[in-house]
């Protein structure tokens, strides 16, 4: 069945969503299926606001970064005015892209297949044998790189959209914003985008990745290694089994949703919670800068922000992991079973030398590809879609865990409800679909 034959009802009844009986249940086909990812890149990455990079990335004019986008190859710039740009880099002669460096600092954009050329806002410089094309072929830009539909900014993060239409990124973002701004907040200086990236695949389909973002269920038992190096790492005893109960979890609206909790967690925060593996000599230090966010924000903000962990799911493909380090993560599927990962560590502007160790040590060791967490994650994925060639007999993920509660923990799974109900909702094409409940 093709992406134009499948009905309305059929993609909403994929999701079972039954509040009186506290039942929540995902078909098996939503994650194997080519005309449901024709659907997911025709009403979702189409429709809504994706990821482009952080300003931080090209700080400096003539900075540019160039990425994949929702499947689209984009260049993201900085011009001479200082003026942030998105582009599609293809070519306006014959479609080739301009641009084949993944970042850099450059006055224009050459394509290699005819020597078209474009500055860094995209506009039309020159080509050889201009003399071949009328006196007009240049008005009004129609020759030059065209200009992604939509971009905006909220605190240092910097999305993209397709559609011309869509709502404003704040009114977008919903809840989300708080947690981005608490985010922004550990920089007194703002915050950058440590250099370079982690970039890797997984042979699952991508909305399994975002569930397992801020399933707070599967912490122990998926990663009892991270806990066992903990303990061998700082010299306790500590039983972390019911640390994955700590905290709560919440719909911030729109599909997005988090998982948090204050203190409390075994592992230290750079900016600013002390772990006992970091050592005494870091420990002044540590202290010192948790000292200068209360200062600075106040000791209600400055507890959220220096002793809070977060794991945030921004609808429909970005994660933001606030934890033991600040890890922005965004994929895209290629196909139902595949998809494409690229990871970015975050960190204060104007961060120490030795707080920038902490900082990268910790990301490395469990967000990190080759890390603690993320092999295993990975694993567990991978495992979960070879298991749906099951489907025809057992045909649905449960996720009800919680349903029942009016203060749902992170092993519950109120978050992941709230991802599939907007999913739900767009690939149905229904707008009154229910986007709240337990």
């Not at 990079?53 to 004019?61: L, N, T």
């Not at 039983?239 to 905290?247: D, L």
């Amino acid at each position: 069945m093709t992406v134009q034959e499948r009905p309305v009802s059929s993609a909403a009844g994929l999701i079972i969503d039954d509040r009186q009986e506290a039942r929540f249940k995902v078909n098996r086909n939503v994650f194997v299926e080519d005309d449901i990812l024709g659907l997911e890149r025709d009403r979702i990455f189409e429709k809504c606001w994706l990821y482009l990079g952080h300003v931080s990335e090209v700080s400096k004019p003539g900075s540019f970064v160039a990425r994949r986008v929702g499947g689209r190859p984009l260049l993201f710039t900085r011009d001479r005015e200082n003026n942030l740009n998105a582009l599609y880099n293809t070519c306006s002669h014959r479609g080739a892209m301009v641009c084949r460096e993944r970042a850099g600092n450059r006055r224009a954009f050459t394509c290699g297949y005819h020597a078209w050329t474009f500055d860094e806002k995209g506009h039309f410089i020159g080509m050889p044998g201009r003399e071949a094309l009328p006196t007009n072929a240049t008005d009004n830009g129609k020759l030059d790189l065209v200009r992604v539909e939509r971009m905006e900014e909220f605190r240092g993060f910097v999305f993209v959209c397709f559609d011309r239409n869509v709502e404003p990124l704040v009114d977008y973002l919903a809840g989300a914003a708080d947690y981005l701004a608490y985010v922004a907040d550990q920089g007194e200086h703002g915050m950058e985008i440590v250099e370079g990236s982690q970039d890797y695949s997984i042979a699952a389909n991508w909305k399994l990745l975002q569930e397992n973002s801020v399933d707070g269920y599967h912490g122990q038992p998926t990663h009892v290694t991270y806990f066992d190096y903990l303990r061998s790492r700082d010299g306790t005893t500590t039983n972390f089994a019911g640390s994955g109960a700590q905290g709560w979890v919440k719909n911030l609206g729109n599909g997005h949703a988090v998982s948090e909790s204050i203190g409390a967690l075994p592992w230290g925060r750079p900016y600013a919670r002390w772990a006992p593996g970091w050592g005494e000599s870091a420990k002044p230090e540590v202290e010192e800068l948790s000292k200068q966010i209360m200062a600075r924000l106040g000791p209600e903000r400055g507890n959220v922000v220096a002793n809070g962990d977060r794991n945030m799911i921004i609808f429909p493909n970005l994660v933001v992991n606030d934890i033991m380090a600040t890890t922005i993560r965004t994929f895209y599927p290629v196909r139902p079973d595949y998809i494409e990962v690229s990871a970015w560590s975050l960190a204060p502007v104007g961060e120490s030398a030795t707080s920038r160790d902490r900082r990268m040590r910790n990301f490395v060791e469990f967000l990190g590809p080759a890390g603690f967490a993320s092999p295993d994650d990975v694993e567990m994925l991978e495992l979960c879609q070879r298991g749906y060639a099951n489907r025809a007999s057992a045909p649905w993920n449960d996720i009800s865990r919680g349903m029942l509660s009016n203060a749902p923990k992170k092993t519950d799974e109120l978050q992941m409800r709230t991802f599939w109900r907007r999913w739900r909702q767009l690939v149905s094409g229904d707008p009154n679909l229910e986007l709240n409940g337990p």
